[in-house]
């Protein structure tokens, strides 16, 4: 079997973040989005996992290469960011009939992978959601079993199943086929190759493609989708917080990495401290804070602090009369 993550993006709508840590490397819940995705697909016990990168590729690279020394993962870069589909093309080698699972390197999955890769069928992961329009939705045949039509931002969307990231395809040859020709014709879609258009020639030539129902999914392309995902996977997981700390109060969930010094502080609930930050005298809830970074006197809410960063206040002296408003 194949594993493709496509992880070329530059993630801008994640900027000033993405400007030095490609998307997939942001830290969620203790770990970078992309090690959470390789942990789940290593129990799948893979032969080879394609790894797609472009922006950044380096540091994904290295850090396969420190955190997954025996995972067989193989580097394929794509050179030009020309969409999803020219992705998955590039990790795809001709005349592979085995079956290959596309995975997003953004989204984070609660799905049993063992499952959807026993399917007799080609699947792609669903989820309901309230705003159909907003995503590429799949259309139903009238028992609804097979998917039918591929629907990217519908106008007026006949049902509410969004592609939730997860594609499975039994014949890997039939989506390289259907990938290459896309591309030869230059049948692009808002100027680039996309997935979704290369599994609809699939479906129209009468390959069965049934719908498999996502659990969880966890988008982490934006900043408030990447905090409700740490919310997520740290009710999810509840980490132990073990550090050594002076007049601090941890409220769970709390991730702690290693060599952080916190000092009179208040961390949680869910918050994630990378290696080697400190905070002292703060109060940080709801936020992801970057290796080495530095809080200090500050109250944080909502907030996701870089690599390096320093967040510091210097204390305030107030003479307010009676009556007084002071909101900062």
Known sequence: ????????????????????????????????????????????????????VGYRGDSIEAYLHEEFPDLPVKIVWQHDQLGLGHAVLTALEAKEH????????????????????SSPDH???????PDPERF?????????????????????????????????????????????????????TRGEYQLTDALQRLIDAGERFIPYSIKGWFDCGKPETLLATNRELLDRQSPQVDV?????????????????VIENSIVGPHVSLSKGVTVRDSVIRDSIIGEHATVSGFVLEGSIIGPGARVEAAPLGLNLGEGSELIC
Not at 29 to 52: Q, Y
Not at 123 to 129: F, T
């Open 1 to 52: 079997m194949n594993i493709i993550i496509p992880a070329a993006g530059q993630g801008t709508r994640l900027r000033p973040h993405t400007h030095t840590v490609p998307k997939v490397m942001l830290p969620v819940a203790g770990r970078p989005i992309i090690g959470h995705i390789l942990a789940d697909l290593a129990l799948l016990h893979p032969s080879e996992i394609r790894l797609v």
């Open 123 to 129: 699947a792609l992961g669903v989820r309901p959601v």
């Open 244 to 260: 050594s700390s002076d007049n601090t109060k941890f409220i769970a969930p709390v991730f702690v990495g290693a060599d952080c």
């Open 136 to 188: 590429g939705i799949v259309e139903l045949d009238a028992a609804g079993e097979s998917i039918v039509k591929l629907v990217e931002k519908p106008t007026k969307p006949k049902g509410n199943l969004a592609l939730a990231g997860l594609y499975f395809v039994r014949d890997g040859e039939l989506l390289r086929a259907a990938l290459a020709s896309l591309v030869d014709e230059g049948g692009t």
């Open 98 to 117: 085995e079956p290959t699972l596309v995975v997003l390197g953004d989204t984070v999955f609660d799905v049993d992978y063992a499952d959807i890769v």
